[in-house]
């Protein structure tokens, strides 16, 4: 590929000349040529439209049909398929267990990402050592997590398990709801705390050494002193991990729960995207595995909407 | 109000070689305005951080009025800081960033309201009250910092650099500011700064400093006339002053091959370094021979550059007179500075003053 650019530069050459003459002496980029700027955006266009654009239509466009389970055609069926995902005690109590699983899981990730952060921020011997090992957690890829979950989780071997069998917690991840609950969210979490360490880390170490110095003189009472001088200044760093963590638990524990519940999806807690999963590729129920999508998607956009619009105004002080 | 004294003061940072701050010993009254002046990294502001409580001490004690406060947080300190960056709360205004202090030191509502408006009328930030720092000018930001430690009302105000990040005419106006407001409200001040004029110009007594350790102290113009050593001479006064290689014999100085008789006994004897400020030298008819290097032309004064007998030079003269290639320079004999040229240290003259005049060799 390099050798062919470099035998026929001429035309390359040209083209890319023709696109960068007469700088302006505004800022921004002017280009003489209309197309020049599709062409840029070409690459990424393709992937957002291939990736996103075009499954999202597929998906709205098949929640308004009922397939045929063999493929042998579908029916129009209006709004039958959001109807019956609504009305459904299943589905709703699903989506309360997810609701319920996407606070619990952001807010302990963002709290214990936040107090790691805190407290790294104050390690001063070992420094680099100790962040290491905090953010190499985050390399482990979320299926791997889950399988460690599992282990950790195990009947017979897991470590948790015997701990919490010396306060006479008999635990059963994979039978008992709740204790797979649990289990799912300790691991989503444990998966999900260097990400956010990482950032809330590099957001303290953003915060001058000056205006930390000036509120110790300012204020006696550490705790105070963080939460009224320290803690606003990563306001910035700690919505945008909000969005993130936000998705992230209603998305990408995926992985983790499909571990943990593996076929035995019925009486075990699971999240709105695996019930989509579940109803779409196993029950091949396309039509309702779309709808629900859908809602999904809905209520993704929703959510972030509101965050922009009320939270991004307060949090940004330049 | 209080006095701070500093006694047998060292510092060593963690992993350091060397202290960088040796046996500082300082005693400042109560009221009196003390600028810490040295060049970068003589340890200025590791002596102003410790005695504000961000930097621990090694060894030694400070007393802030009758307290020792080595192991006194800084906020029990009763000291107001004011940083070079402002160090402002970004996310609070201007009201908030001064009254922080106070909240959270429990003053009465209505009092914290009457110490931020006085402040705000003070500075004349009354304007800008309402407004985030990230709203405000450079020298506004500078105010609203000042503000934050007038309001205290602390036992000290401590200031590292506040004004090396504004433009040099605002400075001159802080510069006047702050001297008007710390007369005003007579608090003890600790001063640091590596900008010459500004020392000279605010402090009631300077502190020069010198690889962690202190040169001299005293009013300005005490060290401007009276240099304890080389390096304060060199330090204080623009342009520098002149250090030549000299040779003392009894009454007469040595410089090269040419002779000055000072027409009176002479501090010292054999190789010493020979002061001599740029504006004592005067041209004349006889007298040392200088040849013109080249001219900085300044406005209301000329700065001519050249050499005395191979020696660098620097000398002050009217911009009206002109120019020459080659002058002849004489010096009164009171206003030579001589040093012990291996320590650096000051010689005293036996005190008779007579006029010198320079006697060509
Ligand atoms: N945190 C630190 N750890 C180790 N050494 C330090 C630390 N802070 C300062 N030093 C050293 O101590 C010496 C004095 O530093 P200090 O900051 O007091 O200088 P300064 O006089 O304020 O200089 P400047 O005019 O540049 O601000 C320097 O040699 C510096 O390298
Ligand atoms: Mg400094």
Partial sequence: MTNAAQTSPGPIRRWIARATVRPEPAKRVQFDR??????????????????????????????FYIEDPFGFGATFVGFDNYTDALGSAEYRHIASFTAIFTVLVTAFSLGLGLLLAVKADQVIRAR????????????????????????????????????????????????????TAFAMILVSVWKQVPYNFIFIL??????????????????????????????????????????INITYALFDTFAVIDVMVKDKAANNPITLVYKVYVDGFRGNDIGGSSAQSVILMLVVLVLTLVQFRWLERRVHYG | MAAITITNVSKTYPGAAAPSISDINLTIQDGEFIVLVGPSGCG???????????EEITVGEVKIGDRVVNNVDPADRDI???????????????????????????????????????????????????????????????????????????????????????DAKLRVSMRGEIRRLQKRLATTSLYVTHDQLEAMT???????????????????????????????????????????????DGSRLRIGSHVIDARRNM??????????????????????????????????????????DGQALVLILDPHLPLQDELRLSVNSDKLHLFDILSGRRLEHPQTAANGIPVPA
């Fill in chain 2, 267 to 308: 501090a010292g004897q054999g190789a010493i370094t020979l002061g001599i400020r740029a504006e004592d030298l005067h041209p004349s008819a006889t007298g040392l021979p200088f040849k013109v290097d080249f001219v900085e032309e300044l406005g209301a004064q000329r700065l001519v550059h050249g050499l005395i």
């Fill in chain 2, 202 to 248: 605010l402090a009631d007594r300077l502190v020069v400093l010198n690889a962690g350790r202190i040169e001299q102290v005293g009013a300005p113009l005490e060290i401007y006339h009276r240099p304890a050593t080389t390096f304060v001479a060199s330090f204080i006064g623009a342009p520098a002053m002149n250090l030549l290689d000299a040779e003392v």
């Fill in chain 1, 128 to 179: 680099s050592t100790y962040r290491t090992a905090m953010i190499s957690v985050y390399a482990i890829a979320p299926p791997v997590a889950g399988l460690i979950g599992m282990m950790l989780f195990d009947q017979h071997i897991g470590p948790f398990v015997k701990l919490a069998a010396w306060f006479g917690w008999e635990m059963k991840v994979g039978l008992n709801y709740f204790d």
């Fill in chain 2, 80 to 166: 107001a800081m004011v940083f070079q960056n402002y160090a402002l709360y970004p996310h609070m205004s201007v009201r908030e960033n001064m009254a922080y202090g106070l909240k959270n030191r429990k003053t009465p509502k209505a009092e914290i309201e009457a110490r931020v408006a006085e402040a705000a009328r003070m500075l004349e930030l009354g304007p800008y009250l309402d407004r985030k720092p990230r709203a405000l000018s450079g020298g506004q930001r500078q105010r609203v910092a000042m503000g934050r430690a007038v309001v205290r009302q602390p036992a000290a105000f401590l200031f590292d650099e506040p004004l090396s990040n504004l």
């Fill in chain 2, 44 to 54: 200025k502001s590791t002596l102003l951080r410790m005695v504000a409580g961000l």
């Fill in chain 1, 202 to 243: 590099s957001g303290l170490q953003g915060i001058p050494q000056s205006v930390r110095e000036a509120a110790l003189i300012d204020c006696k009472n550490g705790a105070r002193r963080f939460f009224t001088a320290i803690l606003p200044l990563l306001a910035p760093t700690a919505f945008f991990l909000l969005i």
């Fill in chain 1, 34 to 63: 209309p197309l020049l700027p599709w062409l840029f955006l070409a690459p990424q266009l393709a992937v957002i439209f291939v990736f996103f654009y075009w499954p999202s239509a597929q998906a709205i466009s098949s929640s």
